[in-house]
């Protein structure tokens, strides 16, 4: 099977059907994943701010990470879902899309860089955990996220008018 097949074989599911044929399925799954979008990404770019060390330099950076990690991770699933049933409703389109391709290829450099954070730069978060600007590293870091999300997001805004 290919993936433009995979992709035929997803709109024609009862999902894909319901998104792309009810009279507001499209509609409620775009507005929660604006939604979803807002509370991730937002609340993200707050922790980038603080990696940057241009936002809240008196708090700990493990202190801003820990209480600010639930609502991007129930953002990101939000989103995840509710853009994998956007999907669903519009496979074949969005397989075509350049801009689909292009939102794919940033979020695998934001989930790449959010690895390479964790795995390697956090490791020594002991070392400059309370320090007003965080090492290279951490700051870079910051700044990939944030230019990795704004790409998916004019990305994804620019398929809504590319694909209708």
Known sequence: MSVLQLCE???ATRVGLLVRESLYGFQIVVAIHILGLALSVGTLVWFDLRLL?????RC???EVYRRLSPWMLGGFAVMLITGSLLFTGFATRA???LYFRLKMVAMLTAGLNALVY???TERRIGEWDSSTRPPVRARLAGLISIGAWTAVILAGRMMSYTMF
Do not use: D
């Not at 060390?53 to 330099?57: A, L, Q, W």
């Open 9 to 11: 074989w997803l709109e």
């Open 53 to 57: 060390g241009r936002s809240m330099p």
């Open 60 to 62: 700990r950076v493990s």
């Open 95 to 97: 397989y075509g899309n």
């Open 118 to 120: 964790h795995t390697m």
